[in-house]
Structures are given as C-alpha cells and as structure tokens.
C-alpha cells in the first residue's frame, strides 16, 4: 500500500485547505521549527485511525482541529483525506485506488468515508492492519519514541513485530468474529 495523495482542511496548522502529492520513492519534509512538519504525520496518522488525543500532542480530540491565531478564526471542523493505492501481492488481493477521509466537527466526534462512502473505524482499522499499517504502525516513529521501542516489554515488542510482519489484521479480524 502506497499513500498517494494528502488533503488536509482545518487541520491543526493546515487551516487552508491543503493537498500534497506524494511521488513514487522517498519523501523527506524539511522546514523551519514549528512549521507543521510533525503535524503532516499525525494527520496520516490521524485519518488511519489514531483515537489517543495525548499520541497527537492533545488534550481531547477536538485539538486537532484548528484553534485560531491572533489573526485568523478558530475553524470548527478538521478533514484529512488520504489516497492510497494498493498492490494485488501486499493488501490481500486487492488493488487500485481508494481514498479514506475522517471529518471531526467541534464537540460532535469524528466518521469516516471510504472513496465517499460512510463507514465505520473497525472498517478503517481493518483495512490498514490488513496492509499492515496504520495508525499505530511500527512503521510510524514520532519524535521520542524511539526510546519506548527499546524499552519495551517482551510481549509488547511481540506486538511490534506482529504489526511489521502483518498479521495483526488476522488477529483483528479473529476477535471480530469470535464476538459475533
Ligand atoms: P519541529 O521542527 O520543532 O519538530 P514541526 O515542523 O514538526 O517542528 P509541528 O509540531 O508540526 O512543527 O507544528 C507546530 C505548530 O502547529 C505550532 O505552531 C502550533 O501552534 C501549531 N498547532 C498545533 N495544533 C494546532 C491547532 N489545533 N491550531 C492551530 N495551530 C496548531
Ligand atoms: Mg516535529
């Protein structure tokens, strides 16, 4: 699965809308301190399904949305959409493009579209495990993090390793279906 496309709208610092193409190869996001490079990968992380505020540097999950200088208005809604395309050998048969967007309006909670559909979180989580990425990617490595891998427990680094190898989506979908 390869992320092709980034929109963002209201998004922390990314309160125009906002569209970055992502080219084959790698991407390197340069700028002065402050500038939003950091909020660019919680965005992904965000339309993925991150549901912690405090991983997004928050207090609650309205935080993501922006919240006004001194010149500008506080927005009430942020909207992240990414355009994935997905490869026939990695994402389990499937391929071609798809794009997920998550929408959050102050106060009222966020939902989810796949390619303008409605659908649920489990639907999102599921469908990046099964390529294995995500939210909470092993893949995904913020700024201090680094340090909380090393340390971790055993089972924990378990965890890790099953996320990289993508199988958590074989987990994900065993739970599911043991609950019905
Ligand atoms: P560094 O190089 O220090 O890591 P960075 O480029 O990663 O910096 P970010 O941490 O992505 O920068 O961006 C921080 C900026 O985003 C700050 O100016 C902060 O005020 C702004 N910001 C964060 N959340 C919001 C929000 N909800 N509304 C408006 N601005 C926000
Ligand atoms: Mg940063």
Not at 19 to 41: A, Y
Not at 168 to 179: F, I, N, T, Y
């Amino acid at each position: 699965m390869r992320i092709r496309r980034l929109k963002l709208s209201g998004f922390k610092s990314f309160v125009e809308p906002s569209e970055l193409r992502i080219e084959p190869g790698l991407t390197g996001v340069v700028g002065p301190n402050g500038c939003g490079k950091s909020n660019l990968l919680e965005a992904i992380r965000w339309v993925m399904g991150e549901g912690s505020p405090k991983s997004l540097r928050g207090g609650g999950m309205d935080d993501v949305i922006f919240a006004g200088t001194a010149t500008r208005p506080p927005r009430d809604f942020a909207e992240v959409s990414i355009l994935i395309e997905r490869n026939r050998t990695d994402d389990g048969g499937l391929s071609g493009e798809s794009e997920v967007t998550r929408r959050i309006e102050r106060g009222a909670g966020s939902a989810y579209r796949l390619d303008g559909r409605d659908v649920r979180a489990k639907d999102v989580s599921l469908l990046f495990a099964d390529a294995a990425t995500g939210a909470h990617s092993p893949a995904l490595v913020s700024q201090g993090k680094v340090g909380s891998i090393i340390a971790a427990k055993p089972t924990e680094r378990r965890l890790l390793l099953e996320e990289a190898a993508g199988i958590s989506g074989l987990h994900a979908r065993r739970k599911d279906a043991e609950q019905k």
